[in-house]
């Protein structure tokens, strides 16, 4: 296997800690994948392992549709779901699986994330869609995720009864929406708990997400640290 | 004593760790314990110690009637409860009490938690049930406890006006079941603060129940780390 | 000095990073004192120091009067109101002060929190009561303190518009109330939310909280680690 | 480039550590920033960089029109409301803005926060007030700012829409202003939802505010420790 792939299986680990560092997974509920670039593979967490006890080595790598190349674990029962965006999404380099709190209660009334904050705006470009309910085993969830996302603005879909998967154009960015995605659906929450909010013209919404997508963070990534 | 009351020392006195990660208990108000296999025997948190003074060496051992048999200390309070269900319920390797909130909550209101999420007809299989109100000091906890879980899907019981048990075939296998009942409860209580949930049909609940039983994680554990 | 000045030191500065850990306290609002047994001295926190920066050697001395005895900053400006809870409740070895939210969010509406819990009834033997509003500056607070309390199960007390303040035998049992008030106050606030808790009957709180008052815990104190 | 540079690029870098403690922001969304004294200068964070990765070195120096003096890095997308701030409020020496949820849950209601609590008092000397809608990229949001706060006892504004944007006569004052905004939001939001807070006289809310400018804290700072 080529290097390509080790970087992967140490980016791939290393994000769960995000997951768990924004409480947005109980026990082992939530996956991070990563397609390698330039390969019909992708990396994702093995089912059922403690997010203490990931690490490149214990990673699961895939082909692209779901098969195992490389691993003794079992991968992500949620695997499938994220090769058929892979596969349906040339432009997806990152899947998130969670079920993070608020968004997963927007979720189970069907209900999408109006855009009434900024933060939303400049992120999701607007409200955050309703996924349809689909079982898991085949791929049902993945063709939701797709049919809900392609061409949406939005990265994060919040999957009917369910929870919550984001893509990216890599799996950091696919890690940033879902813990965006827990945040501005918790805000949305709590600002409906005690009124309405005020609303937001599409024309700022608009805006502020183009400038979002081209103007904030640095033009090249920071160096590491 | 065997090795093995050795191993179940560790485990039990490790897996209180999960508890307050959780968030699940406020000073030493939750407890784990483990039936020793094949023996009639059980360990069991110390009463009253707080859990960054937990040790293997400071787990209590009672037989399956609250006896002390090894231990300096008091075995915990609710150690009447735990022994009730290891005698009631053969299969049930681990038992964990809590006081969760969100659970708690709806144990105040005598409210079963019903099922809208995938992730509760995993674990849970439905409905998350309640148990009746009952004093501490003698069986009427664990009889309740019994009496609400046999034959039912769910691993927790919410007890009424004071917090959760649950089993489990092993005492991570309750761990877990105490961490996903806070988990849906919380949930479950969200979404019903803004609506209600759109309704899962019952052939849904029950095909994610038996999957999950089934296929979900390693088919044998994975390594330890 | 004596060493028992130096121990008291230790435990009240070492007690402070329980309030952080339950997240009781921002910032620097929130602090506990503790009596010198046989001495009319008290020891306590500096006012206005972050709780990263409290050891044994910044805690102050006061009297029970609150003049500084030794030490070279300010004590906490909740000392008057710490220093007249000693002096009228000689059985009192400890008093914690906070503005925990939840337990706060009731104390802003000046209702009393009912009990509908057992672990309410263990800790508090039934409601945890509200307190007058009283200005910070003078005896106001302490006597207000001392009013709601003398005569009454709870060692909590809910200062209309203000906050919290618990006391103990000692100092870690004023903690252990601070803890527990605002955990109680969370669980019946979430109750509330969604409907309303189911009746515990009088009988049934007396016979918890006389049991835990005596039989929680070890009989005497578990050794320290 | 001075002394006083260096040690204001410690500063800022070391507080956004109190932005995560109390989970005031979400990945990169928050900042923090100070006036250099004595000179047209203010330090702030670069932009989208994660605060795992802030150190001294990377922090971002700009003359008080937001033009980079110092850095490889682009500064944070706020950089030209801090910036405003400093030129039109030369006793602030530091800003910070978050999007603190329960703040910014008010905010998107456009309702500011009614003082009811002690705590609220003592640090904003009232209610906490709602800033006008602004679009980043221009001088927009700085002069909703100083519109709200000049004159105000609040050293926080509720930017509709938005967040929080507080100020203070140094860094570290502004993140406790931010902290404190935080934590009273949440309290008043939690009062709000199981009814109405007891009213404060006004004459209270202006003795605590006067008391606790003047009384609070030690007269000098304490030693670091």
Redesign the interface.
């Known amino acids: 296997m080529s290097q390509t792939v080790t970087e992967v299986r140490e980016t791939v680990a290393a994000l769960h800690a995000e997951l768990t560092r924004?409480g947005l997974v109980?026990?082992?509920?939530g996956n991070v994948s990563a397609r390698v670039p330039g390969k019909e593979l992708m990396v994702i967490k093995?089912?059922?392992?403690s997010y203490?006890?990931l690490?490149p080595a214990?990673m699961i790598v895939c082909d692209l549709h779901g098969d195992v190349v490389e691993g003794d674990?079992?991968p992500s029962?949620d695997t499938a779901a994220h090769a058929y965006v892979y596969r349906a999404m040339p432009e997806v380099g990152g899947v998130v699986h969670t079920?993070s709190?608020?968004a997963?209660?927007w979720a189970?009334?069907?209900?999408a994330i109006p855009c009434?904050?900024?933060?939303q705006a400049d992120e999701f470009g607007g409200e955050i869609p309703i996924g349809p309910?689909a079982?898991?085993?085949g791929d049902d969830i993945g063709k939701g995720i797709v049919a809900t996302l392609a061409g949406h603005r939005s990265p994060a879909v919040l999957m009917?009864?369910?929870?919550v998967f984001t893509i990216g154009r890599d799996a950091r960015a696919a890690v940033?929406a879902a813990?965006?995605c827990?945040?501005v659906a918790?805000?949305?929450?709590?600002?409906?708990?005690?009124?309405?909010?005020?609303p937001?013209a599409q024309a700022?919404v608009d805006?502020?997400y183009a400038?979002y997508q081209n103007?904030?963070?640095?033009?090249a990534p920071?160096p590491?640290?």
């Open positions: 924004y109980a026990w082992t509920a093995p089912s059922g392992v203490d006890d690490s214990n674990l079992s029962s079920h709190t608020y997963t209660a189970a009334r069907g209900e009434h904050l900024t933060a309910f079982l898991i085993g009917r009864n369910h929870g940033k813990v965006m827990e945040d918790r805000t949305a929450h709590l600002t409906r708990m005690l009124g309405e909010p005020v937001m700022d805006s502020l400038r103007v904030y963070g640095q033009v920071p590491a640290p």
